[in-house]
């Protein structure tokens, strides 16, 4: 029997950081790479990227998946009883995230709650992906390493962190890589599944009536 059609599912969720949330909302984050697992017969080390096999081998997210972002969150409206319970046992209400900054005074927060337990009701933005590939992690352009979410030309001139300040793109990317991966994860150059998507400030079981981010 052949393998069974892709079609999108109800969504999957993706994890980002405060830093990355925010480029998503400003616009400036289009395109997310993760590490990748080549299946059976090749290796993480086996050079697949010529001939047909880079062709038979595809991320599990397609184009056209819808992905919920997760991110780092706060309960709101709480009296610090909420803080006990775990996610799963929350009833959908009203959160504070973390990308947001500081709660504004008077806005009862309860604690920080990590990005990988935020439930799919919390979520605030949904992913649409527009193409998906397979490529070595050094194989970034400078293009798609700006649509990394690559700080604006003013960020830059204020940051305090000279891998932000004072690096192109790729430079800058290799730095969050790291960051990230931990030290010399970009040395390793593994293999990455790379993303294009659009973004929406809805959460994913919401009405598709909100705008896309960089347009009202």
Known sequence: MGERAHTPGRGR???????????????TKTQTR?????????????????????GSIAPKIKVGD?????????????DGRSDYLPPRDLQPHPAWYEANGTAPAGELVGKLRPSMFMPRWASRLTLTVTDARVQRLQDISEEDA?????????????????????????????????????VGSWEANPWVAAYSFTVERRNIDAPATAAKTGGE
């Open 13 to 27: 969720p993706i994890l980002f950081s405060a830093p990355m949330v925010r480029a998503l909302l400003a616009g």
């Open 34 to 54: 993760r590490v990748f697992v080549p299946p059976a017969p090749y290796a993480p080390t086996d050079d697949i990227s010529v001939g047909v096999a880079v």
């Open 66 to 78: 819808r992905l919920w972002v997760r991110e780092a969150w706060r309960t709101t409206g709480c």
């Open 146 to 182: 700006e649509a990394e979410g690559y700080p604006s030309k003013e960020q830059r001139a204020t940051s305090g962190v000279a891998e932000i300040r004072d690096a192109y793109p790729i430079a800058w990317y290799s730095w969050l890589w790291e960051q990230i991966n931990g």
